[in-house]
């Protein structure tokens, strides 16, 4: 299994509040994302990077902000967490798209409950 | 815009069966087209995947067919065991994005005993 480590696993939280989601990877693999997976939507990319201090938005950007000061860490921020926001919140690691075929190895997921 | 279809949203078989799930994208840059299998409770895990040189793709009892000009794929597994209860997403991604995948909303497969 990649080494990726997700954190906190499980969080309750209230609306208004700030959240952060910490994805730390063992396997200095470039590329790294941030998706959110609900019921009858699937997978939904939010923010993802291709190297420190290099990210840019998915299709779901909007209430979150990433930041990756570290190879091997990308937190995920919700500066005031809404209900809309509960969800379960995947990393996923990507060594080279060209080299990989694009492979996505995937962290185990935060589940977040906004109340 | 859903830029790639799936269905069924669920589907049940028995034991043995072959259950079929079908995708569909609309960009035609895309060039990279795997299968993620997710169990409760964990992340994705790539099952196989497919690029459009090719039409079909087996890796044991999963089978990927691949058809460019209907912009459609697929994914067969033959003689399905309880063990493959899981849910399923096809996605797609390629055209100066490849590093970005685009999934499907996935279908939640039940093989009963």
């Known amino acids: 299994d990649a080494g990726i480590t997700q954190s906190p696993r499980h969080k309750v939280t209230e609306t208004g509040t700030p959240v952060t989601l910490r994805c730390h990877q063992t396997e200095n693999h470039r590329y790294m994302y941030w998706y959110r997976q609900d019921p009858g939507h699937g997978l939904r990319l939010i923010h993802y990077s291709y190297g420190v201090k290099d990210t840019d938005k998915g299709e779901v950007s909007d209430g979150y902000s990433v930041s990756r000061s570290k190879t091997e860490d990308f937190l995920l921020t919700l500066e005031s967490a809404t209900s809309s926001q509960t969800s379960v919140y995947f990393c996923a690691i990507s060594e080279s798209p060209d080299r990989s075929g694009g492979q996505l190895f995937f962290g185990e997921g935060s589940r977040l409950t906004v109340l | 815009q859903q830029q790639v279809k799936q269905s069924p949203q669920s589907l049940i078989v028995q034991k043995g069966g072959i259950p079929i799930i079908n995708c569909a994208y609309e960009?035609?840059?895309?060039?990279?087209f795997p299968w993620y299998q997710q169990f409760p409770g964990k992340g994705p895990a790539l099952l196989i995947a497919?690029?459009?040189?090719?039409s079909e793709k087996k890796e044991g009892r999963f089978t990927i067919s691949f058809n460019k000009s209907a912009k459609q794929f697929s994914l067969h597994i033959m003689d399905s065991q309880p063990g493959d209860s899981a849910t399923y997403f096809c996605a797609a991604s390629g055209g100066g994005s490849n590093y970005k995948l685009t999934f499907g909303k996935g279908t939640l497969l039940t093989v009963n005993p």
């Open positions: 497919i690029r459009p040189d090719v």
């Open positions: 960009n035609t840059a895309f060039d990279y």
